[in-house]
């Protein structure tokens, strides 16, 4: 009958094993979304930078095409938003992704844009992203130039 007597429950070593498993997995997985987080924050800012190009020179384009009197970019550094308007009346609006940080850009925020689609000012367009790297942005005066620096 003592024969017969089974054990109930887990042995230490038996617990131990599982919790290191357990723990080898769970630190791949850290180290993986470290990964991750790594590169969204890459692809946000190629993205980002992109988008601040297509958006200068889409805002170009509309005042060649529309032969109004021109227009600006203005950048808004609280909201991290970049607007284009003409007169008062907003056209266009870009959002920089969240935890991104839009730099003053000029002392009053503006790009002005004549009528022929030709910026009247010079600046420099900087951002910071998620890891709290400077990223710009250059812009020449009276040319079709806006490159990305790195």
């Known amino acids: 009958m003592a024969d017969k007597i089974k054990k109930k429950g887990f042995t230490v070593i038996e617990l131990l094993l599982v919790l290191s498993i357990f723990s080898i997995l769970l630190s791949f997985s850290l180290v993986n979304l470290g990964t991750f987080g790594n590169l969204k924050n890459k692809i946000d800012v190629d993205l980002t930078n992109n988008n601040i190009l297509d958006f200068i020179n889409k805002s170009k384009t509309y005042c060649r095409d529309k032969e109004e009197e021109g227009g600006y970019i203005y950048f808004d550094t609280k909201n991290n938003e ?20 839009l730099n003053r850009v000029r002392e009053d925020n503006r790009i002005k844009i004549d009528n022929m689609g030709i910026t009247e000012d010079a600046c420099s367009i900087k951002f910071k992203d998620r890891k709290g790297e400077m990223h710009c942005i250059t812009m020449c005066v009276g040319t079709a130039y806006v490159d990305i620096k790195y």
């Open 82 to 101: 970049i607007t284009f308007n003409v007169a008062s009346s907003e056209i266009f609006k870009l959002k920089l992704p969240e935890g991104f940080v």
